[in-house]
């Protein structure tokens, strides 16, 4: 247990499907992140909260559609996606301004 | 912008052999520098850090020197094990950005 939790660890869905992911942290962080690693690529930094305020959208097509309703928490809306949008999605929590990053166990997800 | 070069492997060793990957980068200002190892099936776990130049990380018998004049943060071990084999992620945090910046990862395989 990493102190950040992620569900669900595995998920295939459909093209025409919508989901969700979920993230949970109480380890007081206010900041909390979003990261897809793909195979053969660098991990991708999606999007960024600091104390619930997104303050990075890198470029991600609006089928994923992120939430943070408080620092505890972060979701991940997913819809209409494509099979190249097949990763694990990990999330990950800072204090706000200092180094340390602690990650999630991520989610498989596989789109078909 | 950011960017992290690092060796892709995989790298095999023998248990007990020394262990060096390479990894370079290349920032605007004065970034912090990280090792991240990931197992099979899990998330990230932060494995050592440096903040500013000559600093040395270390952890678990590995170590780290962020060299500013050679833009270099290689990650050595001096003897390394089977419980060692895991993909391994260089990284920094800088340029006004709030999220990591990834290298692509180096699976390192140790055979017994």
């Known amino acids: 247990e990493t102190g950040v939790t992620q569900t669900p660890r595995h998920l295939v869905m459909g093209m025409t499907n919508k989901k969700s992911l979920k993230c949970e942290q109480h380890?007081?962080?206010?900041?909390m992140y979003w990261y897809k690693q793909s195979a053969k690529k660098p991990l991708e930094l999606m999007f960024v909260?600091?104390?619930?305020?997104?303050?990075e959208n890198n470029s991600v097509p609006s089928r994923f559609s992120p939430e943070c309703p408080n620092s505890s928490h972060l979701f991940l809306h997913l819809h209409t996606l494509q099979p190249e949008d097949s990763a694990l999605y990990l999330c990950?929590?800072?204090?706000?301004?200092?180094?340390?990053?602690?990650f999630g166990s991520g989610t498989r997800l596989t789109v078909v | 912008g950011n960017s992290v070069t690092q060796m892709e492997g995989p790298v095999t060793l023998s248990e007990e052999a020394f262990l060096t990957i390479n990894c370079t980068y290349t920032a605007t200002g004065y970034p912090s520098l990280f090792w991240y190892v990931q197992y099979p099936g899990e998330g990230l776990q932060l494995l050592l850090k440096?903040?500013?130049?000559?600093d040395k990380g270390s952890n678990k018998g590995f170590e780290a020197t962020y060299r500013k004049e050679t833009t270099s943060f290689h990650l050595e071990k001096g003897s390394v094990q089977v419980s060692d084999s895991a993909v391994y992620f260089c990284?920094?945090?800088?340029?006004?950005?709030?999220?990591?910046?990834f290298g692509k990862g180096t699976h390192l395989i140790i055979q017994p």
């Open positions: 380890l007081g962080h206010n900041a």
């Open positions: 990950a929590s800072s204090p706000r301004d200092l180094y340390g990053y602690t």
């Open positions: 990284a920094l945090r800088g340029g006004g950005a709030d999220g990591l910046t």
């Open positions: 909260y600091n104390f619930k305020e997104q303050t």
């Open positions: 440096a903040t500013k130049a000559d």
